[in-house]
């Protein structure tokens, strides 16, 4: 009998493996090597999911995953908690309730002051709505499962941070459309998702491990977003 805090790595690993698998299958689509359209299309629809993009949102999600099973993941999240309310028991701000958005709201700022990405506006409007209703519905999900898992639930808090997931969704955004017009740019997404997460904790909404894979989920889903819109977009082409 599987235990029940099990469930949620192996949904974590079954991403994982359906994300090397779908760099796999990419791969073997080349079937005119002849085809410089073919080639283009692999390498760009493959790029989202190479194990070096996969290390950092991946060891974020396995983390908060392996707290059930690790006494030491559950002490660091408890004593960080009890720091928070020990030295900071009156900080409260709203701020991470729209700081969330920043990210992807950007996108918008982007287009309307021409600045060159990798997609039009129109574009943007599906990429976005994608991915939220993405990290929405794989957030439900872990929601679900750690639910019924008491190692996740002494607080009253919830696995994984939405507000994290949302902006990290958003930064993974930024990083795609400027990352071949504005390689260090494309990274600016990132400090403002990681001070969204550190408000989190501070407001004691959340614990370490809820942080980093709202992080994780956000970035995964996005780059699953972007793979999803390629392919659609290419197939829609080529009719």
């Known amino acids: 009998m599987i235990k029940r805090w099990l469930y949620l790595p192996l949904l974590i690993a079954f991403f994982s493996l359906l994300s090397f698998a779908v760099s796999g299958q990419e791969t073997g689509k080349i079937t005119n090597p002849n085809s410089d359209t073919t080639i283009d299309h692999v390498d760009k629809c ?37 720091e928070m309310k020990n030295k900071h028991p009156d900080f ?16 918008y700022a982007m287009d309307a002051f021409k600045v060159k990405t990798r997609h039009s506006f129109k574009e943007h ?38 507000h994290t997931a949302n902006a990290f969704r958003g930064a993974e955004i930024i990083h795609q459309e400027l990352k071949e017009s504005h390689k260090i740019l494309s990274y600016s ?27 994780g989920l956000g970035i995964l889903s996005t780059k699953l977003t972007y793979w999803i819109f390629d392919h659609w977009k290419y197939r829609k082409n080529r009719n």
């Open 46 to 82: 493959s790029q989202y999911f190479k194990p070096v993009s996969l290390i950092v949102p991946g060891t974020f999600l396995i983390y908060g995953a392996l707290k059930p099973a690790i006494t030491g993941i559950q002490n660091l999240d408890n004593n960080i908690m009890a």
């Open 92 to 107: 409260h701000t709203n701020a991470d309730d729209y700081l969330m958005w920043a990210p992807s709201a950007s996108i």
């Open 125 to 162: 409007l599906l990429l976005d709505a994608g991915s939220i209703i993405i990290t929405g519905g794989i957030g439900y999900v872990m929601r679900n499962i750690t639910a019924n898992i008491k190692e996740y639930n002494t607080q009253n808090t919830e696995f994984p941070s939405g």
């Open 189 to 215: 997404g990132y400090l403002v998702a990681t001070t969204e997460g550190a408000l989190r904790i501070y407001n004691k909404n959340h614990f370490l491990t809820e942080v980093l894979a709202g992080a």
